[in-house]
């Protein structure tokens, strides 16, 4: 009996934990069951999942309507059976719990398919992106191009601007150059018109002055003969005319230059001055002061306007000097061309002492006698 007593309690012992590792692994299986239901609670929450739809409607019977026929029956109606929200307690139930993984599944699969279709479209997207941003790059370059050809027009646009104003203020320089030019020309040619008519004034005078000496040698010449035959009367004798002088002399310089005369030669011992003209005529005048013969040769290239002056028609002359100027004008035809003129060296005058100790009798001594 003592055996079969502990025999029993062993076994007692054992079933009971027996049951209680059961229990215990029942409690785990039941917590991991649990843990799983909020699991797919959770992820149908993800997939939009927040009910949990009735799988087929649940039909009723409705009562006859008072007045119908006896014996007809009404057809069930369908009653409409709300959702129920989607908890970790609903899906206990196996059914649900099925149906919430299919539609878990389904969700997960037609996710997938928008994923599929949305890399597909992203797929697009991209290559139009990077069509568009082929097309930018392209844009961008020509509006850089076109940045950089607008800035060379602006550049040279500058540069017109500035050789236009360069070119107008010059323009406008040369135009107050001509206006000064031509009021200087303006100023010139008036006083040039005054010049003109005092010219013409002078020349006039100047003709009258010629004609009025012309008529003078004429009235001259005509009385030459009467005055040649009164001298011949009285006995003078004409001073003997030289022949013409040379020209190729030595002793002869250069004084200036004549219209007129070729070379001048003076005799201080009887004031002869001796002339030979351009076109082979020879003058000789009496009389003529060693002075007056100095200052012809100190005038140079005004000699021509001395002799006018101060010795033709004023000393006596060998022939007529009226008449061979007169010729010498006619051959010329009035447009002579001047030339130099050759006259002889003067000795120095001798001072009045040594005269008078050489027993010579100065001129003014013996007109004084």
Sequence with gaps: MKAMTVVAWVLVGIL????????????????????????????????????????EPETTAVPAEEGAEAGEAQAPAAVPVEPVPLTA???????????????????????????AGTKDSLSAVQSEASGAK???????????????????????????????????????????????AQE????????????????????????????AKL???????????????????????PAAMPETLPEEDESLRVIGRSEMFSVLRYSPEDQTLFCNLHDGQSLTYLDVPREIYEDLVAAGDGMDM??????????????????VIRKYWQGQRYRPVRSDVRAAELPEEAPPEEAESAGEVPEGAAAAE
């Design 306 to 323: 001395f002799f006018r002056f101060k010795i033709q028609s004023v000393y006596k002359s060998r022939p007529l000097d009226s008449a």
């Design 89 to 115: 307690a609903v899906l206990q139930d196996s059914a649900a719990l099925a149906g919430v993984v299919q539609q878990v599944q389904d969700s997960i699969q037609a996710a997938q398919m928008e994923l």
């Design 16 to 55: 009971a934990i027996g049951v209680g590792g059961l229990a215990f692994v029942n409690q785990q299986q039941a917590q991991k069951a649990a843990a799983l239901r909020e699991a797919l609670v959770q992820v149908a929450a993800a997939a939009g999942i927040q009910e949990l739809a009735p799988a």
């Design 215 to 237: 008529d003078a040698m004429e009235q001259m010449e005509a009385a030459a003969p009467a005055a040649e035959g009164a001298e011949a009367v009285a006995g003078e004798e």
């Design 184 to 211: 200087t020309a303006e100023k010139e040619k008036a006083e040039l018109a005054a010049s003109l008519e005092s010219f013409q004034a002078q020349a006039a005078e100047e003709k009258a002055a010629l004609q």
């Design 134 to 180: 082929a097309e930018v790059a392209t844009l961008t370059q020509k509006t850089q191009e076109q940045a950089a050809q607008a800035e060379a027009q602006a550049k040279d646009l500058a540069a017109k601007d500035e050789a236009s104003a360069a070119a107008k203020a010059e323009g406008e320089k040369a135009v107050q150059e001509a206006k000064a």
